[in-house]
């Protein structure tokens, strides 16, 4: 990736200028060490020296350990948006219906969690699309990290600004960027002339346009903090060498240690009296030596026991136990096989830690995602806004039927009615579930309305038939 930012912006007044080059420093201060995470996510990690010389043959060895990309998807897989529900209880409106649609909202949640983790965050906007173009009217696009920045506002606990750059699919050139702060949004475009303002669209919202979804935030530090952290990356690059060590001992497994008594030094040179390298004289397949030039005597060769590829298996099952306490996997996720597999109880208390931080990350999500939906029909056009709160997912996935169980008994014991949205959440319905059960259950309502109905009406109509003749004349 190799992207090349605008330094100069015509059109833009002293203030915007300034904040346009405060933000792109901070842009490009982050970006090595966002795009060093990406190396690691995408197993693209470099084997930094580990301190001696490698004989020819580790040059064909390439290991790739995807440790880091199983610390992200293994919190990424419990933090899934299932959909949005309304804060009252009714289905979604058209206008929430359409933007979910049209911008396929699900698919980019996934992206943009994903991304935070990775990244420590990453940055969601509401923009006014093209519909020329066939674009919808209202875009909910992501700008991951290394193309993003902003300003947060610590008193407001918002972006107070936010550059993004729209980068194409490779990565290779930028198509336009966005420069927001509160009141304005400006669209920064490139022609034959250079990088210029194509655009303004001021507002009096209290919010820009972009949310920040972190990982981890606090007041230090409201862009949250990475899942591919330092001791992710000391960890990774351990086990490569790790495996690195054994591949390289596993060409070299057949061929015992040698020692040899009475040998003189010119022995082991070559032509031009160079040392022969250790490692090829092990791959000799046959020693031949001559007899000492001064005694005449013959050198005596002999064999130490075999190495053993235990030390390196040890030292792997550590390296991953490590990594797996410091991500909160469990170590069965690591791909390291031990004696006694795990119980069904070990397995729900390794990953208790894992839920616990998918839950908070429920937390730290579901604000920016309110803000982004209701920007986003605010975008649409005038009209009610629904207020909406993003639907997810039980991350204690293997524990489904115990909340079941949970739910079935405190619909028995009256403490939640049967068709509560809270005891939709404990049976971890999904979206399109829950519209399907207030739909039957208006039905079943309507139909027990007109039986009401036609049950007075039929008593109505027996009870005039009754009176006696000549009664509504007296």
Request: one cysteine or more; aromatic letters at 6%.
């Amino acid at each position: 990736m190799s992207l090349t930012f605008p330094n100069t912006i015509s059109g833009l007044d002293s203030d915007e200028r300034r904040l346009y080059r405060t933000l792109l420093r901070r842009l490009t201060a982050k970006r090595k060490r966002n795009r060093l995470r990406r190396a690691y996510m995408d197993g693209r990690n470099e084997l930094h020296d580990i301190g001696y010389a490698l004989p020819p043959v580790a040059a064909d060895i390439d290991i790739v350990v995807g440790w880091p990309a199983k610390a992200v998807e293994g919190l990424a897989n419990r933090v899934v948006m299932d959909g949005l529900q309304s804060e009252s209880g009714d289905d979604l409106t058209e206008r929430v219906r359409s933007i979910m649609d049209l911008n396929d909202l699900m698919a980019v949640a996934d992206s943009v969690h994903t991304d935070a983790l990775v990244h420590s965050c990453s940055f969601l906007a509401v923009l006014a699309g093209d519909t020329d173009l066939g674009e919808p009217d209202v875009i909910v696009q992501e700008f991951t990290a290394d193309v993003a920045t902003g300003i947060w506002d610590k008193r407001r606990h918002r972006l107070e600004s936010a550059l993004l750059f729209d980068v194409s699919d490779d990565y290779k050139h930028i198509d336009c960027a966005y420069l927001m702060r509160y009141g304005m949004t400006i669209t920064i475009e490139h022609d034959r002339t250079g990088w210029h303002v194509a655009d303004r669209y001021e507002d009096d919202a209290e919010r820009i346009p972009c949310e920040l979804f972190a990982y981890k935030p606090d007041e230090r530090r409201p862009f949250g903090r990475s899942r591919i952290d330092r001791a992710v990356m000391s960890l990774t690059d351990s086990a490569v060498r790790t495996f690195l060590r054994s591949e390289m001992q596993a060409e070299l497994y057949s061929v015992p240690p040698r020692y040899i008594l009475g040998a003189s030094e010119e022995m082991f040179s070559d032509e031009d009296g160079n040392p022969i390298p250790r490692w090829r004289l092990m791959l000799d397949q046959m020693l031949i030596l001559p007899r000492d030039s001064s005694s005449g005597e013959v050198p005596q060769v002999g064999q130490f026991t075999q190495y053993s590829f235990e030390p390196h298996s040890a030292q792997l099952r550590q390296t991953a136990t490590m990594f797996a306490s410091a991500t909160s996997l469990p170590p069965d996720a690591m791909g390291v096989l031990t004696d006694n597999p795990s119980s069904a109880e070990a397995i729900d208390k390794a990953t208790k830690e894992l839920c616990l931080l998918a839950e908070k990350c429920h937390r730290w999500f579901g604000n920016p995602w309110r803000h982004v939906i209701d920007r986003a029909q605010r975008a649409a056009g005038d009209g009610d806004v629904q207020a909406v709160r993003p639907q997810w997912r039980n991350p204690s996935t293997p524990s489904r039927a115990a909340a079941a169980d949970a739910a079935v008994k405190l619909v028995q014991a009256n403490i939640l009615p049967a068709d509560s949205e809270v005891t939709y959440d404990m049976l971890d319905l999904s979206d399109e579930q829950r519209r399907i059960l207030r739909t039957e259950q208006r039905r079943k309502a309507a139909e027990a309305a007109i039986e009401r109905l036609s049950a007075q009406g039929a008593h109505e109509t027996g009870s005039i038939s009754d009176k006696p003749t000549g009664a509504e004349d007296a």
